[in-house]
């Protein structure tokens, strides 16, 4: 996790990870009723990863058997959602993991091949191992330099809406704060 940001990603906080993306360059953008379908799945997508992600509520000290019960069932919903997304990821044939950077704003990958220049871009990028469901983003090629892979792509998006971009910087916040406590955590060992 980076918090200086070079352009063409913007500003605020970076997500870097290793993770399944595909991109398909685009004669343009799609028509408005297909970008709020587009929209209202990734917003979907992105509430669903922050429950996933959340951390348990501070009910212990009221009910200590009943947080203990939700933590059984918890754990036994995590296993069988891990064990689906293996088996789903191993028929869906998930793409190649690719050094990604990710803000709100844009995402930079590192690839074989690239669109060109100035063309349209639909990626698909998958968060979680757990869950292959893709995140699809539409944007601008900005840049395409040489890279270690290939390729490094950056990608600003189009319309992103309000909600989808709130939810976005929520999940890059978490995978900041994340990597903060491991760091901390290897800093004591």
Not at 90 to 114: F, M, N, V, Y
Not at 163 to 179: A, C, G, K, P, S
Request: proline letters at 9%; one cysteine or more.
């Amino acid at each position: 996790m980076s918090e200086h940001v070079p352009e063409p990603l913007g500003k605020g906080l970076v997500y870097e990870d290793w993770l399944p993306l595909k991109w398909n360059a685009a004669k343009e953008v799609p028509p408005v009723a297909a970008l709020s379908h587009i929209h209202d799945a990734n917003e979907k997508f992105l509430r669903r990863v922050a429950t996933l992600e959340e951390e348990p509520a501070d009910i212990a000290e009221t009910n200590p058997e009943l947080v203990k019960e939700f933590l059984r069932l918890e754990s036994k919903l995590d296993l069988v959602l891990d064990m689906v997304g293996t088996i789903l990821a191993g028929h869906l044939k998930l793409p190649k993991p690719s050094p990604i950077r990710l803000t709100a704003e844009a995402i930079s990958w590192d690839s074989p091949e690239a669109p060109p220049v100035g063309s349209h871009a639909v990626i698909e990028l998958y968060l979680l191992p757990s869950c292959p469901y893709p995140l699809t983003l539409l944007g601008s090629v900005k840049s395409v330099e040489q890279s270690p892979e290939g390729c490094r792509t950056a990608v600003v998006f189009d319309e992103i809406g309000e909600d989808v971009r709130e939810w976005l910087e929520r999940t890059i916040f978490r995978q900041h704060r994340r990597r903060v406590a491991l760091s901390r955590r290897h800093q004591q060992i």
